[in-house]
């Protein structure tokens, strides 16, 4: 028995195990994803949106809250508690790998869970990009019927692919604006 590993602390460990590595999942996961299962060279950029690391983070802290409630008391209770915190923890994983946002020189396909749409360059009469000094610029495609299309900038867009998205506007007719965040 005196060599024997406690189940609590069994769990207990491997509950700061994930709070040790899920930074490190959580950052690079839903990048190598998009990467992964939908890039394609012809591409300017394949996007993982923000809400696909806040999903995954969700995860983890769903995973770890587990993994200490079982290390606290096992009961019936907590083994019902285990399991929808468990298919709660999957559903939100799943729910991480479905957004994602293709930007082409022909079209831009964006990718909400199971709605996904999918805008050739010549609908768009203007693409407009705002800055700030806080926070991080984003795009804005505004399409012929007025719909605008926003894209968050992110570290994927460096300044060859931004480069790219002004010339795929400047072959498209598109009027391009740079212009800092409106003040609202």
């Not at 399991?83 to 729910?95: D, E, K, Q, R, S």
């Not at 805008?119 to 407009?128: L, P, T």
């Amino acid at each position: 028995m005196l060599h024997e590993k406690s189940p609590r602390a069994v769990l207990m460990v491997w509950a700061i195990v994930i709070v040790l590595l899920s930074p490190l999942v959580i950052l690079f996961l839903p990048i190598t994803i998009t990467q992964s299962f939908f890039y394609d060279p012809s591409q300017i950029v394949v996007l993982a949106p923000t809400k696909n690391h806040y999903l995954l983070t969700l995860s983890f802290g769903l995973v770890f809250t587990l993994l200490v409630l079982l290390a606290l008391k096992r009961t019936k209770w907590t083994y019902l508690a285990s399991g929808v915190l468990t298919v709660a923890a999957v559903t939100a994983f799943i729910f991480s790998t479905l957004s994602y946002v293709i930007i082409h020189p022909d079209y831009i396909t964006v990718r909400d869970y199971w709605n996904k749409q999918e805008y050739a360059m010549d609908q768009f009469e203007a693409v407009v990009y705002e800055y700030g000094d806080d926070e991080p610029g984003r795009y804005q495609f505004i399409t012929k019927h007025g719909e605008v299309v926003v894209i968050q900038d992110s570290p994927q867009l460096h300044f060859e692919k931004r480069g790219a998205i002004y010339k795929t506007a400047l072959n498209y007719g598109l009027e391009f604006t740079e212009r800092p965040f409106k003040q609202n």
